[in-house]
Structures are given as structure tokens and as C-alpha cells.
């Protein structure tokens, strides 16, 4: 995601922080009421920074747990460190490739924390040789089992927002992303599809498209900016 040289696709810029008060108001004013839908930053600060990229962004046995990171540690972490809002009407994941499936498969898999998901030219299936021995935990993994079970417990409702390019260099991406939209899209699992023209599997090809396509479909169901 270097493409961009501006956060959060580098380490370049500066950092935010939403743990004060405003200018000219003391802390006490900073802090919503009970009421509110809104949680403040509870701390510890921490201090970010890129480490590593996850190979498939699940908890594989005998490796580390990426996906309890991404679904547990990592919400953990914003909300010490940032303004956040407490109900799953705030909370959603973006990835594209690897990272579009693991947002995929923790909203599906966790639709009781997480609402929605912006999946670029995402896989749509496990596909880690990690996973040979595991059928039983790769199963539990699989977005498709992970639709078709949410689809017959009925709820709760969850939004994916799928792009993809036509000149993907993995020329199943489009067919899988179709495939599983025209199965699982239906009932609480609500879907769009943006096909980018000749878009190719990158954040040049992704992130233009985002605000017209992926953004708007799941701004329309989630929770905007509070008090």
C-alpha cells in the first residue's frame, strides 16, 4: 500500500490523537456523558507502528493467532487510544487481498462486533498451505460456511462492499467475488460489487474508487461521527 505516501499507507505524517479536550476547555469537558454513543480513549497510549504483514489473518494452529489479534487486540487497541463508538454500528473492516479476506471472514465470523466490510479484490476461501491437516478449524474459517450460517440463524445483518479489477493477476478473483455474491448475498447478508475497469490487484487500482463505490454503500449503515 506504498503507492500512496500518506497515512495509513506509510508511516509518513503525523500522528492523532482524540485523548484531549478541546482547545480551551478543560478535561472535564471532554468526556460525553453517559449517555452517549461515543467512548473516549481509556489508555494506555501506545505507540504504532508497521511490524509485519499477517499470511492469512486467522488463528492457524501451532501459528501465531492473527486472527484473534485483528478481531480482539487490534479493536482493543483503538479503543485506548482513540475516540470510538461503543455499538457495532461503528465498527467495520477495509482490506484488499489477504486483508480483504480477513475483514470478510471476522465480520461474518463476529457480526455481534462488527458491522460491515470494504473487500478489495479479496480471496474468498482459505487458501494457506498452513491450513493442510486443520479441516476442522479451516472450515471454521471459511467466509462462505460463515454466510451460509449466519444467512440460517437470520441475523444479524452485516454490509460487504466488494471491489475488484477486471485484469486482476489472479483471474479467479472476479468470478469468486461473483460467485459468492450471487450464493450468500442475501437475507442478512447484504452485498455490492464495484468491477473497476482495468483495474489490476493494487492500491493504485483500489483506492481511487472507494469514495463513489465501497465508502458510500457502507456509510448508509453505519454510525456517523458522534457528539
Not at 185 to 192: F, I, L, N, R
Amino acid at each position: 500500500m506504498s503507492h500512496f505516501e500518506i497515512p495509513p499507507f506509510s508511516d509518513k505524517g503525523k500522528d492523532v490523537s482524540f485523548g484531549g479536550a478541546p482547545d480551551g476547555k478543560n478535561e472535564e469537558a471532554a468526556k460525553p456523558p453517559a449517555t452517549s454513543k461515543m467512548s473516549m480513549p481509556t489508555g494506555p497510549k501506545a505507540q504504532f507502528k508497521n511490524s509485519m504483514t499477517p499470511a492469512d489473518g486467522s488463528d492457524i494452529p501451532a501459528q501465531p493467532k492473527m486472527g484473534t489479534w485483528l478481531t480482539d487486540d487490534v479493536p482493543d487497541l483503538m479503543r485506548q487510544n482513540f475516540r470510538t463508538v461503543k455499538s457495532r454500528d461503528g465498527w467495520a473492516y477495509m482490506g484488499s487481498s489477504t486483508g480483504g479476506f480477513a475483514g470478510l471472514k471476522a465480520v461474518l465470523k463476529y457480526p455481534e462486533k462488527f458491522k460491515a466490510a470494504i473487500c478489495s479484490g479479496p480471496d474468498i476461501v482459505p487458501d494457506s498451505s498452513l491450513w493442510r491437516g486443520h479441516e476442522k478449524e479451516k472450515a471454521e474459517n471459511n467466509p462462505e460456511l460463515l454466510a451460509k450460517q449466519l444467512i440460517e440463524k437470520k441475523g444479524p445483518d452485516v454490509y460487504l462492499a466488494f471491489q475488484v479489477g477486471d485484469n486482476e493477476n489472479n483471474k479467479k478473483t472476479l468470478p469468486d467475488v461473483k460467485k459468492f455474491i450471487a450464493t450468500y448475498g442475501k437475507g442478512p447478508v447484504h452485498t455490492s460489487l464495484r468491477v473497476i475497469p482495468n483495474g489490476q490487484h493494487n492500491a493504485k487500482t483500489y483506492v481511487p474508487n472507494m469514495g463513489e463505490g465501497p465508502i458510500r454503500f457502507i456509510s448508509k449503515v453505519m454510525e456517523g461521527p458522534v457528539e
